[in-house]
């Protein structure tokens, strides 16, 4: 009687698992995972399946995962003592050329209108670029506190959410990277985690399933209103953090010891548009709901669409 | 022999529901933590009213005490009924005077961990400041906090009390802590549907778990509001309650266009007993509750985009409700550490 339940329970994990491309890397899959606690591998990205849990261990002994990145689920990112340069980075969600304004209708540019309704992406992975080298960097919050686990939540219907702080070494850099969504070892935490990744983000995903990484949510009006998705969730949720996309921001972005800022541009527009283009995913199996298929579509398409811009240079 | 060998066997059948809830005389202070949260209520109480047992009790008295209304008819726990999760089973409370309230009353369990805002439509900040609101409300206590302050500080017993628990008497900012204290205290991880998520997979039945799956299926997207563990992601939202003319919720606090109908996400503990449902009590079973969810709400615009037609079978609807059950925590509903002193 409990086998077909299980069955149930390790099909509904497995529709989860798919092949993805990300990092540029066009092409690499990872075949769609099978029974719970399989893994799978394919191509020179040796991808997993479900793969194994990683609870909040870590420390100071943490393993250094990809791009110098922590490989555990570290709750305390805390910057390195010669990191003396601060940034300050403002967040401009924009429809088109136009501030997105949550909560209220938004003109669109076919002349349809936009009412947001949910907003949110995470961003962690936080590195500078220079010369093709990525450098990790402390990401801090609002109170100029290193994030915990090194993650920011962009909540449109939070202003105080729309900023956030780089500690890095001062100089020049080329740009900035980051993933958008979480690290694989958060992912995957099997201990409940605390803010921005508890259940009050409202991006957590049941079964253990990990978490959203993109969550849209919206209504149209107007005579394309059917044309773009009113719900996106674009979510990992298992798999490396490959399958969170990186994205990669040309600069220059300059890091002083008297801080300095920069405007990051994140069009919801180009997101909305990269979650209805048109996606073979006939080589994954996803669960049933528009708003998972659009999420798989973004996250295809995240990269092509350069939703993440600087809005001007900064002064070096 | 054997009967010692089944003694020990019943023993530890029960050893582990008996581990995770206080014994009836247990401080109110030793709180279970339930599944979903990383932090206990004691870590995450504000600095400046740290849980102690003496604020706890304090507020505990204060919570069944009528001298907090104007004529000392109704006290909170007129409106939030134990043996009802702490929620009212009247559609709107009747405050002094048989007054008629404007919402249905919130239960009260697990708001330790809120931090999006109380009340339906998140206009306290913290459980501090909400105390307070109940009282001055002309529709329910209708006592001005002065005047509360005053009656609490004529007893010596009570100034007393507040001295022991917060070094210094009676006043709107003691009177708030203590009932906040004791509202901390409120927490329920004992349900059946808390067994199951410990391990027990034998604590839910085949309709409860088949329920469960629905409810964190794509299909409902139960979980997208309420979540696997906490059931509620703290967040407001328009589940398709409002109504043409109706409570604007939160968008009387904020003005957005967005936020017309949005109300806060209650967790769903104790739901089978904390009837009627929705800010408006409108809904007075969970089938009823069910059944406006299935047929995607009342079809207002505003309606959130993630509420849809289910088309779920009657099977499934039994089945979702079957689940809601198991979130029935009877130790809770009948602890007598919460009871009136």
Redesign the interface.
Same mark, same amino acid.
């Given at each position: 009687?409990?086998w077909p339940?299980l069955l #149930?329970?390790g099909l $509904?994990n497995v529709c989860f698992a798919f092949a993805a491309c990300s990092d540029g890397k066009t092409g690499e899959t990872t075949p769609v995972g099978g029974a719970a606690g399989s893994t799978a591998a394919s191509g020179g990205s040796g991808g997993s399946g479900r793969g194994t849990l990683v609870g909040l261990d870590g420390g100071p002994n943490a393993t250094v995962g990809e791009d110098g990145f922590s490989a555990a689920c570290e709750e305390s990112t805390n910057a390195p003592p010669n990191n003396s340069g601060r940034l300050s980075v403002n967040i401009q969600l924009l429809l088109g050329n136009n501030p997105l304004v $949550? %909560? +209220?209708?938004n003109a669109m540019a076919d002349g349809d209108s936009y /009412?947001?309704?949910n907003t949110r992406l995470f961003l962690s992975q936080i590195a500078l670029m220079k010369q093709g080298v990525r450098t990790p960097v402390t990401l801090l919050n609002a109170d100029n506190q290193p994030a915990r686990y090194g993650v920011h939540l962009v909540n449109a219907g939070d202003i105080a959410s729309l900023k956030f702080g780089i500690q890095a070494v001062p100089g020049t850099y080329d740009g900035l990277s980051f993933i958008v969504g979480i690290s694989e070892a958060c992912n995957t935490s099997s201990?409940? /985690?605390? *803010?921005p990744l508890?259940? *009050?983000?409202?991006m957590?995903? @049941?079964?253990s399933a990990g978490y959203l990484f993109v969550l849209l %949510?919206? #209504?149209f009006e107007g005579s394309n209103s059917a044309m773009l998705p009113?719900?996106v969730h674009m979510g990992s949720p298992f798999g490396p953090a490959r399958f969170a996309p990186k994205i990669s921001v040309p600069g220059p972005v300059v890091i002083a010891e008297n801080s300095t800022a920069i405007d990051l541009k994140i069009s919801i527009d180009k997101l909305l548009k990269a979650a209805a283009m048109p996606t073979d995913l006939s080589d994954v199996s996803l /669960? @049933? %709901?528009e +708003?998972?298929v659009a999420g798989e579509r973004l996250r295809r398409h995240l990269k092509e669409v350069e939703a993440f811009s600087f809005s001007a240079a900064q002064d070096p | 022999m054997f009967q010692n060998r089944l003694l020990a066997f019943v023993l530890m059948m029960g050893f582990p529901v008996a581990c995770s809830s206080p014994a009836p005389d247990a401080p109110l202070t030793e709180i279970p933590l339930p599944a979903g949260f990383a932090e206990t209520v004691a870590q995450i109480a504000p600095k400046d009213n740290s849980l102690t047992e003496a604020r706890a009790q304090l507020g505990r008295r204060l919570f069944y005490d009528s001298r907090l209304s104007r004529d000392k008819s109704i006290s909170c726990s007129s409106c939030h009924l134990q043996k009802n999760g702490f929620a009212d089973p009247r559609p709107q409370s009747l405050g002094v005077e048989g007054r008629k309230g404007k919402r249905n009353a919130p239960h009260l369990a697990n708001l330790a961990w809120v931090a999006t805002g109380l009340f339906w439509d998140g206009r306290a900040k913290t459980l501090e400041e909400q105390a307070g609101k109940p009282i001055e409300d002309t529709l329910e206590m209708d006592l001005p906090m002065d005047q509360a302050v005053a009656r609490l500080a004529a007893d010596p017993k009570d100034v007393l009390e507040f001295q022991a628990a917060f070094g210094q008497g009676p006043n709107r900012d003691t009177l708030q802590k203590a009932l906040a204290s004791f509202m901390r205290t409120l927490v329920s991880a004992n349900s059946r549907y808390d067994a199951y998520m410990a391990g027990d997979r034998s604590a839910l039945d085949d309709a409860e778990q088949r329920g469960r799956e629905l409810f964190l299926s794509s299909r409902t997207g139960c979980f997208h509001c309420h979540g696997e563990q906490t059931t509620t992601n703290d967040g407001f939202f328009n589940n398709g309650s409002h109504v043409e003319g109706g409570d604007p919720g939160l968008q009387a606090l904020t003005g957005r266009t967005g936020d017309l109908g949005r109300f806060r996400v209650p967790n769903l503990r104790n739901v089978e007993v904390t009837a009627p449902y929705m800010h408006d009590g409108s809904l007075g079973t969970l089938q009823a509750v069910i059944e406006q969810y299935n047929k995607g709400g009342r079809g207002h615009p505003s309606t959130d985009p993630q509420i849809e037609v289910l088309n779920l079978s009657a099977q499934e609807q039994a089945d979702l409700i079957a689940f809601l059950k198991s979130l029935t925590d009877h130790k809770f509903l009948t602890d007598p550490r919460f009871a009136a002193p």
């Open positions: 009687m409990r339940k #149930t329970i $509904f $949550f %909560g +209220e209708k /009412l947001p309704s201990s409940p /985690l605390k *803010a508890d259940s *009050a983000s409202q957590k995903w @049941p079964h %949510g919206g #209504t009113k719900n /669960l @049933p %709901g +708003e998972i | -």
